[in-house]
């Protein structure tokens, strides 16, 4: 047989084709552009995709900072109070009911009559006295508890302006629109410039944002209320499914025997981690609340629906980390003369804790974040005081949140921002502790 040559279709040899070592080589050559260039689009579309993502991440934090920086300011009025003793105690008996029954409203409206004297019908005495919060009453109830020697006195006090004149100072309502156009009134503007002129206003860190419960007037509402709700479940949490979490582990990875019910227990656990979480606050508002009669809107029912919601999160990371203790260690210990219950106690799980650690702050973590099971079970409800104990109505940091965003007034939207900005940093932290906790006591087998 001969050999046909054919200078574009390469070499034919007893019925064979055969590519010369040129058209190989351009073959081969093509081939690789054409990889290189699949990979370059590749790698093109993942740089794009991870700048967009950081792009919106960058871009919601830009958003919630922006928003929210000003919460923590507040806007505060000076006043010469003058504590009349025919308001405050008009027998002289300083008694302690009639202290905290007096009108201190009316001093705070002298105060600002003596200084804007002009304000002499009654619609001018309400819109004046609207520029002090319905909250600076209190304040001085509290000073005149606290010292019955005020009584005749005149003091200077900063005042806790009202929410609009606080946004009017940060630039939220415009003096140039027309006043049937704003809330805000031609007169309070002149008021608040000759409060400014003489040095009468001023803003201040915003302490009564950490420190109050949940109010309907936004000058006067915190978070501490919804914090300590927050932490109260979460030690609820913590006491409950940890130790269960952990057992179940143990349970299944070193003791339970490999037939089909341990097989079906381990896929229904895994099925249940990604089951919504608002199936389990209809789960804990059926059980908890309707079977069992416990308080609605407790943070003792709200620990439990998130144990059983963070429970398998924990226990498939406490498995995770049974497993990675090498086999090596289990061996040695049998060797000795250790027991299986002595091995799994002094070997096994003191290796496996940095990791099981770390699986339960995350879950913590996503518990904190949930809001949707807390709506079920009635946390949702207007909670003014503080919860003492966890059977104590409250409420919680996310739920919080979703309140105050569906509140119309302006200064809520800086609360909102405020609170999450609050409730990240809270997550940051739980998972900064998780991550060092597994770099710190991890080992590397």
Excluded at 121 to 149: H, T
Excluded at 218 to 228: N, R, V
Excluded at 292 to 308: D, E, I, Q
């Amino acid at each position: 047989m001969t050999a046909r040559t054919d200078k574009n279709a390469g070499n034919v040899e007893g019925g064979r084709f055969v590519l010369t070592q040129e058209q190989s080589r351009a073959r081969v050559q093509a081939n690789l552009k054409k990889r290189k260039r699949s990979e370059w689009r590749f790698r093109t579309f993942g740089i794009v995709s991870v700048i967009a993502g950081i792009s919106f991440l960058g871009f919601l934090f830009f958003t919630i900072v922006g928003n929210g920086a000003g919460a923590f300011r507040q806007t505060y009025i000076q006043l010469d109070v003058t504590f009349d003793e025919a308001v405050i105690d008009p027998d002289g008996s300083r008694d302690e009911q009639t202290l905290q029954s007096a009108n201190y409203a009316k001093l705070i409206l002298n105060a600002l009559l003596a200084e804007f004297p002009e304000a002499s019908g009654r619609k001018d005495r309400r819109v004046l006295k609207s520029l002090v919060s319905s909250g600076a009453s209190y304040e001085l109830r509290d000073l005149v508890l606290a010292n019955p020697g005020f009584i005749g006195t005149t003091q200077s006090l900063w005042l806790l302006a009202d929410d609009e004149v606080d946004m009017f100072f940060k630039g939220y309502i415009d003096r140039t629109v027309e006043q049937g156009s704003r809330r805000f009134k031609d007169k309070q503007i002149a008021w608040l410039d000759d409060l400014v002129a003489d040095g009468r206003v001023r803003k201040q860190f915003n302490t009564i944002f950490f420190t109050s419960g949940d109010s309907r007037e936004p000058e006067l509402a915190g978070i501490w209320g919804a914090t300590k709700g927050s932490f109260l479940m979460l030690l609820v949490t913590l006491v409950l499914s940890f130790p269960l979490g952990v057992a179940a582990a143990v349970y299944l990875e070193e003791f339970a025997p490999r037939n089909r019910w341990v097989d079906l227990i381990e896929v229904n656990i895994n099925n249940l981690a990604a089951v919504p979480s608002i199936v389990f606050g209809l789960l804990g508002l059926a059980v908890f609340i309707n079977f069992l009669g416990l308080p609605r809107s407790a943070p003792l029912v709200g620990g439990l629906v998130l144990t059983l919601m963070t429970l398998p999160v924990i226990i498939i990371a406490s498995r995770a980390a049974i497993k990675s203790v090498p086999p090596s260690v289990r061996e040695a210990a049998f060797g000795i003369g250790a027991s299986h219950m002595q091995t799994v106690a002094h070997h096994v799980l003191p290796l496996a804790l940095p990791g099981m650690m770390t699986g339960a702050i995350i879950g913590m973590a996503r518990a904190l974040g949930e809001s949707a099971p807390l709506l079920m079970i009635g946390m949702i409800a207007f909670i003014v005081e503080v919860p003492g104990t966890p059977l104590d109505p409250s409420t919680a940091l996310p739920v919080q949140v979703y309140l105050w965003a569906d509140s119309p007034e302006r200064a809520f939207v800086e609360r909102t921002s405020a609170a999450i900005m609050v409730l990240l940093l809270f997550l940051l932290v739980m998972n900064a502790s998780a991550v060092w906790l597994r770099s710190r006591f991890e080992r590397r087998w």
